[in-house]
């Protein structure tokens, strides 16, 4: 039985204690909410980085695979030193063996500072039967492609005809570091030119 002029409800300290209790059990949603969202995103920047690289992989193995020539007309020509680093390869055309006219498939870093960011593009050299120096005798006209940023200059290695020297004769050593903002991913695999005789 109540009492005439008796209350009920919450007194002032149980507000504050309930009030405290609901404030720790939100922080702890709101902490692991954010530490989910960080971990989604640096998923998907890893997730991004490497399909870049895998793309950039893909792209490099058709072009070296199908590149064309011989010992005295070869059909892979490195770029080093003080012009853009760069890795050109012949592709066939419609008459493959008479290798005049052939087209060149480039790639270059646009960058040769070592602060700066390394983009690897690939493009086609304008005129086509030109090998060129740096990317920007590429052909305006054909797009260029922004295919990875790597962490630095060195992504291929081109074999010599001594055996057993890695990568070996007809071999292209290609090591993408690829890197990001958040993070960074590597992909290496050595390459024959399966149409270049030696």
């Known amino acids: 039985m109540k009492k005439i002029g008796q209350k009920s409800g919450l007194t002032l ?39 870049q690289a895998s793309t950039a992989m893909n792209y490099l193995e058709d072009d070296i695979s199908m590149a064309i020539g011989n010992n005295s007309n070869p059909g892979v020509t490195t770029r080093t030193g003080s012009i853009t680093p760069g890795l ?50 590429c052909d305006t006209n054909d797009p260029i492609t922004n295919l990875v940023k790597l962490q630095d200059g060195n992504f291929f290695t081109v074999g010599d005809d001594i055996p057993f020297t ?22 290496t695999t050595d390459i024959g030119m399966k149409n270049h005789s030696f």
């Open 13 to 51: 300290v149980e507000l504050i204690v309930a009030s405290m209790l609901i404030a720790i059990v939100l922080l702890g949603v709101v902490a692991f909410n954010l530490s989910l969202t960080q971990i989604q995103d640096d998923s998907f920047n890893q997730s991004t980085l490497s399909i």
């Open 166 to 187: 890695p990568p070996g004769p007809g071999l292209i050593k290609i090591t993408l570091n690829a890197q990001d903002g958040t993070g960074s991913y590597s992909m």
């Open 88 to 137: 050109c390869l012949r592709q066939p055309d419609a008459t493959p063996l008479t290798m005049v006219d052939n087209l060149w498939i480039c790639y270059f870093l646009d960058n040769l500072t070592a602060t700066a960011d390394h983009n690897l593009k690939r493009c086609v050299p304008s005129p086509i039967n030109n090998i060129p120096d740096r990317i920007s005798e």
